[in-house]
Antibody
């Protein structure tokens, strides 16, 4: 069965960076894209970007340009999202989600359990 | 910046029918925006319900349906159950430098 298992909760100080991992299993990792989405406390979902697990090509949301880096390691079927220059506004749950090709069109289907990142001095 | 707008909250009675909508600041939502819908319950990750306007995932209950309605994407729940109480988010595809944008979400109360 398809599973995305994310790394554990993190506490970071303002100005630091955080790197969240998303380990995939149950499918061919390189055949799909991985989305990254975040959710601040009590707020809605925010799309951050995506990465092709095959080529490593990335597209980042404008709000995160210059601060986010998405990578993947195909040898261990794992995608990563690194966010730098953290502020308290980056306190959120970060999710990864697989992008399937449902009937030939992009569709996020399976999601990781989420990783809570807390930014506090 | 593109804004995707949903009703902040809706209330429906058990067994009733409710329609949630998803509008784009760029104009009418068409099938080319490949609307996706997700359900999220407190403390849980989102769960995919609908993709490409009206297509259901294998796990999506039959009472959920997606469509285009009056220039918006729509999610209709028929025969609502108490377990359907949750937040619902739409996701639209714009391509280019900002491919995907989520709506602000609708909090659905079953009362």
């Amino acid at each position: 069965q398809v599973q995305l298992v994310q790394s554990g909760a993190e506490v970071k100080k303002p100005g630091a960076s955080v790197k969240v991992s998303c380990k995939a299993s149950g499918y061919t990792f390189t055949a799909y894209y991985i989305h990254w989405v975040r959710q601040a406390p009590g707020q809605g979902l925010e799309w951050m970007g995506w990465i092709s697990a095959n080529s490593g090509d990335t597209t980042y949301a404008q709000n995160f340009q210059g601060r986010v880096t998405m990578t993947r390691d195909t040898s261990i079927n794992t995608a990563y999202m690194e966010l730098s220059s953290l502020t308290s506004d980056d306190t959120a749950i970060y999710y990864c989600a697989r992008d399937n090709m449902c009937g030939g069109v992009s569709c996020p289907d399976y999601w990781g359990q989420g990783t809570l990142v807390t930014v506090s001095s | 910046q593109t804004v995707v707008t949903q009703e902040p909250s809706l209330t429906v009675s058990p067994g009733g029918t409710v329609t949630l909508t998803c509008a784009s600041s760029t104009g009418a939502v068409t099938s080319g925006y490949y609307p996706n819908w997700f359900q999220q319950k407190p403390g849980q990750a989102p769960r995919a319900l609908i993709y490409s306007t009206s297509n259901k995932h294998s796990w999506t209950p039959a009472r959920f349906s997606g469509s285009l309605l009056g220039g918006k994407a729509a999610l209709t729940l028929s025969g609502v159950q108490p377990d359907d109480e949750a937040d619902y988010y739409c996701l639209l595809y714009y391509g280019g430098a900002q491919p995907w944008v989520f709506g602000g979400g609708t909090k659905l109360t079953v009362l």
